[in-house]
């Protein structure tokens, strides 16, 4: 199943979860209509929609470079953004020095990939073009903006139960009742949460999928996310990492790896580096791909509440692109 009809499928799957909610809360207590929620969460999302590429631009401190200013790098985004086929997308760098990359924008032709100060001593030239390759498929997909705007169906199913359990006016007009179907509201939200969750770790999968189609061997965007995991575990043991850690909690999701999770990573990731090279190569990789890979318990509910697939399964899937 393609990217495409998974996504289309969440999206209904979500809106039909906050219909539910928002019809069953409205008939039993006679408030409002299904209508007037769902022009409430269709203003949400215009405004999230609007305001979202300033907040992200602005948390990440990024700072938009000229062609002149960084031609290598303007030459490797237009490369892959042609052979994608899409309009080459602005480029920035963001100020942080936790090692990583992003993408954003509002529609294809209002893409931006942009890249932390962190990274760009970290990786070499074909590992950067890799995870170039994979920003640029988020833009290709256009997933961005459908988590965004589903990261909003949670949001009204939590405030809908709020407003149940806490508000009195509505617990006068539905009597004892109310308070349980406020409780009903936030498992809602847990699901629809979790949901999210799920369409962004799918995302993931895919956009590392394009980077190869766009000419990436595998084992350059493997090494790279290798990296990238040890880079930002070292970075905590600093207090300005810390800082940038706490800084990006809430849009973390925009990150090539999920930064919260890399010291537990590096652990499982340390089997793979058999030479202790700090890469991934192409054997290394081959390597995995005839192993299976089994995670704990703790593991799989680990991942059921991460923006990110587990990396040793990413890496894994990644070797199956050999």
């Known amino acids: 199943m393609g990217l495409q009809t998974k996504m289309w499928l969440l999206v209904a799957l979500m809106f039909g979860i906050l219909y539910g909610v928002i019809t069953g809360v409205g008939n039993y207590l006679g ?24 907040l992200v631009s602005m948390m990440m401190q990024v700072k938009w470079v000229s062609e002149k200013e960084e031609p290598e790098l303007h030459r490797q985004v237009a490369e892959l953004a042609k052979k994608a086929g899409i309009p080459k997308p602005k480029v920035g760098i963001s100020q ?5 990359a992003f993408a954003f924008g509002r529609s294809q032709k209002d893409g931006r990939v942009c890249l932390t100060q962190g990274i760009r001593g970290l990786l070499n030239k074909d590992e950067l073009k890799a995870v170039i390759g994979h920003e640029i498929a988020h833009l290709k997909h256009r997933d961005m903006l459908v988590i965004t705007l589903l990261s909003v169906i949670p949001l009204i199913c939590y405030w809908i139960a709020l407003s149940l359990i806490w508000g009195g006016g509505f617990a006068r007009r539905g009597g004892g009742y ?7 509201a936030m498992l809602a939200y847990f699901v629809t949460n979790l ?4 369409g962004s770790r799918i995302r993931e999968y895919y956009a590392d999928g ?8 595998p084992h350059h965007l493997a090494s790279a996310l290798y990296k990238l995991v040890y880079g930002s575990a070292q970075l905590r043991r600093s207090a300005r990492g810390e800082e940038e850690l706490h800084r990006v909690e809430g849009i973390r999701a925009f990150f090539l790896n999920d930064v919260g999770r890399a010291w537990d990573e590096i652990q499982e990731l340390k089997a793979i580096d058999r030479d202790f090279s700090g890469t991934i190569d192409q054997n290394e990789l081959l390597a995995l791909r005839s192993k299976k890979v089994r995670l704990t318990g703790a593991e799989k509910i680990a991942e059921l509440f991460t923006t ?10 990644l070797a199956t692109l050999v």
Do not use: D, E
């Not at 942080?96 to 990583?100: A, H, Q």
């Open 308 to 317: 990110h697939p587990n990396m040793l399964k990413r890496i894994k899937h």
């Open 210 to 217: 394009r980077s190869v189609k766009l000419g990436n061997p």
């Open 96 to 100: 942080l020095s936790l090692p990583n």
């Open 31 to 54: 408030v409002g209509s299904a209508g007037s929620y769902i022009i409430l969460a269709v203003l949400f999302m215009g405004f999230q929609y609007l305001i979202g590429p300033s």
């Open 195 to 198: 949901l999210v969750l799920a």
């Open 178 to 184: 109310t308070v349980l179907i406020g409780f009903g």
